[in-house]
């Protein structure tokens, strides 16, 4: 990507300073960093379009992107995209653009407050809206893909308040599923309480969960900086359906955002169909 071209002076500089395997990992650092920095940038202008909660339609279409055409697709249920931590439906705005121009008809973001206090309450919200678009759509089940907290969130929903009824698909981008170590100073916000390994929340989604319906795809990054260890976004449970996607050469803001991510996602929502399954993620994802 271009934001990472203004390195390249600094890599003959490393190669020289650094051995072979840590240079490359250095400089793949560097440049993940400098995406991040600029991805946040971008996030933080678009942050304001985001506050609100979206306007809803029986059959909601998300705009395509000036002259894209949108692509022959196999339909598939709704989909809920659900935020992270301190964020909002904004941070969404390139994936669900490439959902509808992929044929994703009914795509729709949900703001949970950021005064929320508890991952099981916003579990409870967040069923509820899930039943209401069903309703209002038609569809028996929906599809979520859930970046950070939103993905514990709607995980908490599926496997302990029976949503594995509802969900089909649970996509996650750097959810800390068996908690996480960062930030110990953040530990004043309860919510960041339950994220931490051993909380209340963490030890139920280690439950058993037998029967659960819901198939679930975990993107995670070794460059994650916000998971700690990067391996908690993954999902390590023996009763659940789970594909672990590693994502090389990003950090914690682009799993959302970048493309090669987003044609991850649509292969994991549509890896039901015959014609997709030899192409979905089958456990690792390059991206730079």
């Known amino acids: 990507m271009k934001v990472t071209r203004a390195l390249d002076p600094l890599v003959p500089l490393c190669r020289r300073l650094l051995p072979g395997k840590l240079t490359e990992l250095s400089i793949a650092l560097l440049k993940a960093t400098a995406l991040e920095i600029a991805i946040l940038a971008g996030h933080l202008v678009l942050y304001p379009t985001g506050i609100t909660q979206e306007r809803r339609s029986p059959a909601p279409t998300p705009a395509l992107p000036d002259g894209a055409a949108q692509l022959p697709t196999t339909p598939g249920p709704p989909v809920v995209l659900l935020h992270g931590f301190i964020d909002n439906r904004s941070v969404f705005v390139l994936l669900r653009r490439n959902l509808a121009q992929h044929g994703r008809q009914c795509v729709e973001s949900l703001n949970y407050s950021p005064l929320t206090r508890d991952i099981r309450a916003a579990a409870e919200l967040l069923g509820r809206h899930i039943e209401e678009m069903c309703e209002r759509t038609g569809s028996r089940q929906v599809d979520i893909v859930g970046h950070s907290l939103g993905g514990l969130i709607a995980r908490y929903y599926v496997q302990r308040l029976g949503g594995d009824l509802r969900v089909r698909t649970l996509v996650t981008l750097g959810t800390p599923h068996s908690g996480t170590h960062v930030v110990p ?89 015959p014609e997709v399954a030899a192409t979905r993620p089958a456990g690792g994802l390059t991206v730079a």
């Open 185 to 273: 100073l953040a530990n004043a916000h309860p919510i960041v309480r339950q994220l931490r390994p051993g909380s209340e929340v963490i030890e139920e989604l280690a439950l058993p969960a037998p029967g659960c319906r819901t198939r679930f795809f975990c993107f995670w990054s070794e460059m994650d900086a916000l998971m700690d260890p990067p391996e908690t976004a993954r999902i390590e449970h023996p009763d659940l359906l789970v594909q672990n996607i590693e994502v090389m050469g990003i950090g914690h803001l682009a799993l959302p955002v970048h493309p090669a991510v987003a044609t991850g996602i649509r292969q994991a929502l549509d890896s039901e169909h």
